[in-house]
């Protein structure tokens, strides 16, 4: 049987019932288990996490500390090798091979997902983080549904299932996750207030001259929403 590493350790709790299933010629071993939830701390330590496309999350503590997860690039690859691959076969009428495609893409994605929230919850867990915030899940679907520029990539990349990925492994490790209204997490500057839009990839605010990535400068507003502004030095000292 293959497992990969979050299956191995779910199977430490308490196991459940045991449903077997045949799907594509392949047997697939489906297991209830119960696990317990660890106790929050309570320690105010928040963490903000941003999704997107070209990179698929940036994480940034309290204090600026910053990750960034997963290879958007790689997504967009595989995602038009396997379009390609449908497209060839929709040309030959070959209708079972087509969905055994998709199939195979959406497992591909998924597992991509399971690896990026357990990354990301492992970091909050590393550095004591209580409460991990993201963009509310109503503005992830209208993002997907209104971008132009990425529509026809965003039906295969589910912001909404890596969100809730994160939220059920984070609960799991005693961490809360809240959900913000994102407005000008894009725009606003974290050091002065200052809205400016980014170009490509930078952003620099005219103001302050401060300047980051402009998907780490998302994950810092998210996790500063109701905060007050966090001090130039600790941003720039903590960017990798």
Known sequence: MLLAD???????????????????????????VEAAEKQNNNNQNVMGVDLGLKVPAVAVTKNGKTKFFGNGRQNKYIRRKYKGLRQKLGKTKKLKKIKQISNKEQRWMKDQDHKISRQIVNFAVEN?????????????????????????????????????????????????????NPQYTSQRCPCCGEMNKGRDRKYLCKACRFSTHRDRLGAINIQLLYNIYISNEIIRDNEN
């Open 128 to 180: 004591n983080v209580s409460v991990i915030r993201m963009e509310k899940l109503t503005n992830i679907r209208n993002t997907a549904r209104t971008s132009r520029k990425n529509e026809k990539n965003l039906h295969t990349w589910s912001f909404y299932r890596l969100a809730k990925y994160i939220e059920y492994k984070g609960n799991l490790e005693g961490i809360k996750v809240k959900y913000v």
């Open 6 to 32: 979050y299956q191995k350790q779910q199977l430490n709790n308490k196991l459940g019932s045991l449903r077997i299933s045949k799907k594509s010629s392949k047997w697939i071993a489906q297991i209830a």
